[in-house]
């Protein structure tokens, strides 16, 4: 926290005893708060040497204060008015763990405004407010710290923001939701269905609140959101995401991909081109020998391409209680550390400073460009090269054509490869296709990634 020059007029022992302790606040006591607090209790010693002053959770803010006591006993003071925590003058610093973005960014604009450090594992406020949520952070230059917020046990934002600080980054890839990757495991591993899966990984505790915003793509956007604004120095740019979930992905699919050779999964992408930036989440077919292909479960990975260091991986638990609140600890580590340095040394809270964000626009669809797979339903298996003809004279480059292993109740199926190509000039030859009387329904088109240096 900035301090101002009448506050540093007080006696030095007075502000020794200030800084001995930091007083944490905490908003929500769930699967992260209720984590956050054990690992603060078991860890205390090693995180008091770490930060060098201990870490204290003096307030919770819950919704049912008998459940809250049976976590945090009688120690920490209980309200269940979430604005007291965020106001209250004996926090320094406060948690925001009850997730949403209605109230939980009025709790966070009344924390910055009364001078308070925030800790947030929220994606979902910071990717749609964080540019007014950030701007007043600097007005009143206290810190808003996210780690948790993207893959929660990999520390990504500090790897984009410091350890990768001299690169110019290319492109950031990676499997950035629980549990969208652990359906998709259960499906393939153990032949489960979707709802059986999902509902495994809400048991589990992987979920949001609302199941659609991992499932269908939102959550994984969220968390590229902020990805690629650390990657690039440009602003959070969420609304403009090309999102896309699993929830129309077909088991037919998942066979298919693997009789070529590869494996779905739900990946996020922010890519630089010359005119502006890719950002897009979406079920795509990577290698099934890539390491990206052999993330599995509750896993997340991400993968960055960058100038210096070149290719780096970071892999680790995405979803998780105690894995949470890891880097919600971490985050309150760096608060510690640096509450009381003047804001102009904090680490910037997108990577880099405000008056240097570039404002590079979101590519639309259809300039993105990768190579494709697609699934053509045919009446015959002698008409394979007919659909090879009619993508290439659409200009498509075809690597690959293949008839899919018969399925029961299943017609024959064409399976094509795709060279790299814009999605305006594959949507266009699709349409062609599917206008065909060779073709026997609905043609399906899925996203190829090689994750290449
Ligand atoms: N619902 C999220 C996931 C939790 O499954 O990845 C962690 O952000």
């Known amino acids: 926290m900035y301090r101002d020059p009448v506050e540093s007029l007080e006696p030095l022992h007075h502000r020794q005893a200030a800084i001995r302790t930091l007083r944490v606040g905490m908003i929500g006591i769930g699967t992260v708060g209720s984590g956050t607090f054990r690992v603060l209790a078991r860890n205390r010693a090693d995180i008091a040497a770490r930060a060098g002053r ?202 298919c991909a693997e009789q070529l050779g590869y494996r779905i999964k739900l990946l996020g992408v922010a890519r630089r081109q010359a005119a502006g930036v890719e950002l897009r989440v979406q079920p795509v077919l990577v290698p099934a020998t890539h390491l990206m292909a052999q993330v599995n479960g509750s896993m997340n990975a991400v993968m960055v391409k960058s100038d210096a260091a070149g290719l780096t991986m970071y892999y680790g638990a995405g979803a998780g209680s105690e894995q949470t609140a890891s880097a919600v600890i971490a985050d309150l580590v760096d608060v510690a550390r640096l509450d009381g340095v003047h804001a102009a040394q904090h680490v910037p809270h997108l990577g880099v400073h405000a008056h240097a964000t570039n404002a590079l626009a979101v590519l639309p669809r259809a300039a993105v460009h990768t190579s494709h797979y697609l699934r053509v339903p045919v009446h015959a298996v002698n008409q394979i090269q007919a659909v090879a003809a009619s993508l290439a004279e659409q200009k498509v480059p075809v690597r690959q054509v293949a008839l899919a292993a018969e399925r029961p109740g299943m017609g024959p199926q064409v399976l094509v490869l795709t060279g790299p190509v814009e999605q305006g000039t594959l949507d266009l030859a699709v349409h062609a296709l599917q206008a065909r009387a060779e073709v026997a329904g609905a043609v399906t088109t899925l996203r190829v990634e090689s994750l290449e240096g």
């Open 54 to 255: 201990s870490i204290e959770l003096v307030m919770v803010a819950a919704r049912n204060l008998e459940r809250a006591a049976g976590i945090v006993g009688d120690s920490v003071a209980l309200t269940a008015d979430a604005m007291q925590v965020a106001t209250h003058p004996d926090v320094d610093v406060v948690v925001e763990v009850a997730g949403g973005t209605g109230p939980a960014r009025d709790w966070v604009l009344a924390a910055i405004a009364h001078g308070k450090h925030v800790v947030t594992a929220n994606k979902a406020l910071l990717a749609v407010h964080g540019a007014g949520i950030f701007a007043a952070a600097r007005e009143k230059g206290v810190i808003v710290a996210y780690e948790g917020a993207v893959a929660v046990s990999i520390p990504i934002i500090k790897a984009l923001r410091e350890g990768l600080a001299a690169n110019r980054i290319e492109w950031v890839a990676g499997i950035i939701n629980g549990t969208t990757n652990f359906i998709l495991s259960k499906m393939r591993d153990e032949g489960l269905d979707f709802a059986a899966a999902l509902a495994q990984a809400q048991a589990l505790g992987y979920a949001e609140a609302d199941p659609s915003f991992d499932i269908e793509g939102i959550d994984a956007a969220h968390k590229l959101t902020l990805l690629a604004a650390n990657a690039f120095g440009m602003p959070l740019r969420f609304a403009d995401a090309q999102v896309e979930g699993i929830t129309a992905l077909q088991g037919m699919d998942v066979a």
